[in-house]
C-alpha cells in the first residue's frame, strides 16, 4: 500500500495550551499536498464553558489568503474575538448584505426616519442592483464607479451624487468594523467626483441671493394664503388649512424648517419673551403614521419673531386651543400656557423617566395643541400636501400680483434662507453667530451657505475704481 505523502509545513504560531487538555498545540500553515493545488490552516477554537476546544480547519485557495487567515487565527486567539470564518460565509458576505447590515447600524443609532427613508433609496436604486452580488472582501475602486456611473444615470445634482459616495464610505468603514473587509483595501481610493464650478469666494454649499426671496415677496404670498385659506376661500382644499399664510410668515421671519413649523404647539410659543422655542419637529414616515420627534441635530433653540405676527396672528390661535376666547388678554393666554406646561411636567414626574419634561413629555398626536393642523385630519400636513398647496398659492400671486410673483427656482424652504439674510442679518443687523443660532445651525453652515470670502473687499474696490 502507497504511503499518503503529507502536506509541508509552511508556518506555526505561539504554543498554546488553551482547550482544557493541557497538551500544547499550535496554529499551523499547511502548503498544497503533491498533486493538489489547496492551503490549509488548522487552530482550536472554543467549544462552550468546560468543554474541550474544537479543531478547526480553514482552506484557502492561494498562500497569500492562506497566511491572511492564519495571521487572523492568531490575532483572534490573541485577543480573544472571533475566529476566522470559513469560505461559506465568507462567500455570503456580500455588498447587499453589507447594505443590510448598514441599514440596521443606521437604524439602532437612532437615526431619523427622513435619513434611514434616504439611505434606503440609495441602497435600493443604485448600490444594491449594481454591486449587490460582489462579495465584500473582493470590494474594489472600479465597482464603487460602477454605481456612480449608474447613479448619475437618474442622480442629477452634484450634492446627490455626493450623497450617495458619501454612504458608500460609510459602508467601508463598517466593513472594516465588522473584519468583512482587510483594512489595508480602500475600495474608495481614487474615486472622484467632477468638481462643479463655484462662484469666487464662495463654497459649493452657498445659496445665491437671487434664491433668496425678497420681503415683498413674501408679504405677497403670506396674504394670497390667507385669502385662498380663510373662511371665504372657494377652494375646500385651501380652506381646510385657514394658518397657511401665519406658517408662511413663520417661515419667513423665523427660519423655522417645515418640519419644526409643523410641530409647533401652543405651549412653546412664550408672548412675554417675544420668541417661540423651537423644540421638535413633525416627522412623517413613509407608510407610517406621523409622529412628534427631536429638533435636527437635538438643539433646542429660541426664535424671536415680529410682536404683530405673535399677538395678532399667533395669540388668538393659542387661546383657542387652550379653551379660552380668542380675543383673552395676554396674561389670560400666558396663565393657560403656563397651567398646560406644568401639567406636562406633573405627568413627566408620574412617568418615573427624568429625561421628560413639559416640551417633550409625549402627547398623543391627536390631542396634542397643534398651531398649524389640517382642520379634516387634525394633524398637521404631510409634506407631500404642503407642497400641493403651496404651489396652488404659488400659482395665484403669478396671475394676480404679477409684480410680486415668485420664481419657480424658489422654493418653500427658501423662506428659511430670507429668514436669515434679508431679516436677521440685513435688517435687524444680527451678526452671523446669532443668525446661526436662530437657525439652530452650526456657524460654519450658515457662513458656507450665505457669506463669501472678500465680498465687502470686492465691493470697496469697486466703488474705489468707479473714480478713476
Not at 51 to 57: G, S
Not at 264 to 288: H, K
Not at 392 to 418: F, G, K, M, Q, S
Request: glycine residues 8%; positive net charge.
Amino acid at each position: 500500500m502507497a504511503t499518503r505523502k503529507k502536506s509541508s509545513l509552511l508556518a506555526q504560531g505561539k504554543q498554546r495550551r488553551e482547550g482544557g487538555t493541557g497538551w500544547p498545540w499550535r496554529v499551523r500553515l499547511y502548503g498544497p499536498r503533491p498533486g493538489r493545488s489547496g492551503y490549509q490552516v488548522k487552530f482550536k477554537v472554543p467549544a462552550g464553558d468546560g468543554e474541550p476546544w474544537t479543531p478547526v480547519l480553514r482552506r484557502a485557495a492561494t498562500e497569500e489568503e492562506a497566511r491572511k487567515i492564519f495571521a487572523q487565527a492568531e490575532w483572534a486567539l490573541d485577543t480573544e474575538s472571533d475566529a476566522p470564518v470559513g469560505a461559506d460565509v465568507r462567500a455570503s458576505r456580500t455588498i447587499k448584505a453589507l447594505s443590510e447590515a448598514f441599514l440596521k447600524d443606521s437604524k439602532d443609532r437612532g437615526k431619523a426616519p427622513r435619513t434611514m427613508e434616504a439611505r434606503e433609496s440609495r441602497a435600493r436604486a443604485h448600490i444594491v442592483p449594481t454591486i449587490g452580488d460582489v462579495v465584500v472582501a473582493k470590494w474594489r475602486v472600479e465597482h464603487s464607479r460602477q454605481v456612480m456611473e449608474q447613479g448619475g444615470r437618474t442622480i442629477f445634482s452634484d450634492r446627490g451624487r455626493e450623497d450617495l459616495r458619501t454612504q458608500m464610505a460609510a459602508m467601508r468603514k463598517l466593513a472594516w468594523r465588522l473584519g468583512w473587509l482587510d483594512r489595508s483595501i480602500d475600495p474608495l481610493d481614487g474615486l472622484e467626483l467632477g468638481k462643479a464650478t463655484v462662484l469666487q469666494g464662495a463654497t459649493e454649499h452657498y445659496v445665491d441671493p437671487r434664491l433668496r426671496p425678497e420681503k415683498r415677496q413674501v408679504n405677497a404670498v403670506a396674504h394670497a394664503a390667507d385669502v385662498l385659506c380663510g373662511p371665504d376661500g372657494s377652494d375646500p382644499l385651501l380652506t381646510r388649512h385657514p394658518m397657511l399664510g401665519t406658517k408662511i410668515r413663520v417661515a419667513a421671519f423665523g427660519g423655522l424648517r417645515l418640519g419644526e413649523q409643523n410641530g409647533l404647539r401652543a405651549v412653546d410659543v412664550f408672548f412675554e419673551r417675544g420668541y417661540v422655542q423651537v423644540n421638535g419637529s413633525w416627522i412623517t414616515p413613509r407608510g407610517a403614521p406621523g409622529f412628534r420627534g427631536p429638533v435636527k441635530n437635538h438643539v433646542i433653540h429660541e426664535v424671536p419673531l415680529p410682536q404683530s405676527l405673535l399677538r395678532n396672528e399667533l395669540m388668538p390661535r393659542v387661546a383657542v386651543l387652550l379653551g379660552i376666547p380668542a380675543d383673552s388678554p395676554l396674561q389670560r393666554v400666558i396663565n393657560a400656557q403656563e397651567e398646560e406646561r406644568q401639567r406636562r411636567v406633573n405627568l413627566a414626574r408620574r412617568s418615573g423617566d427624568r429625561t421628560l419634561t413639559w416640551w417633550n413629555y409625549p402627547i398623543p398626536p391627536l390631542e396634542e395643541h397643534w398651531i398649524f393642523e389640517d382642520t379634516v385630519t387634525g394633524l398637521p400636513m404631510r409634506p407631500e400636501m404642503h407642497n400641493d398647496r403651496w404651489h396652488r398659492i404659488r400659482r395665484w400671486v403669478d396671475e394676480n400680483d404679477p409684480e410680486n410673483a415668485w420664481p419657480r427656482t424658489i422654493v418653500y424652504r427658501n423662506l428659511r434662507h430670507h429668514a436669515a439674510t434679508r431679516w436677521f442679518h440685513e435688517e435687524l443687523g444680527e451678526p452671523w453667530e446669532v443668525v446661526a443660532q436662530y437657525l439652530g445651525d452650526k456657524l460654519t453652515t450658515v457662513l458656507n451657505h450665505y457669506v463669501r470670502a472678500g465680498e465687502d473687499a470686492l465691493r470697496d474696490s469697486v466703488s474705489k475704481l468707479a473714480l478713476h
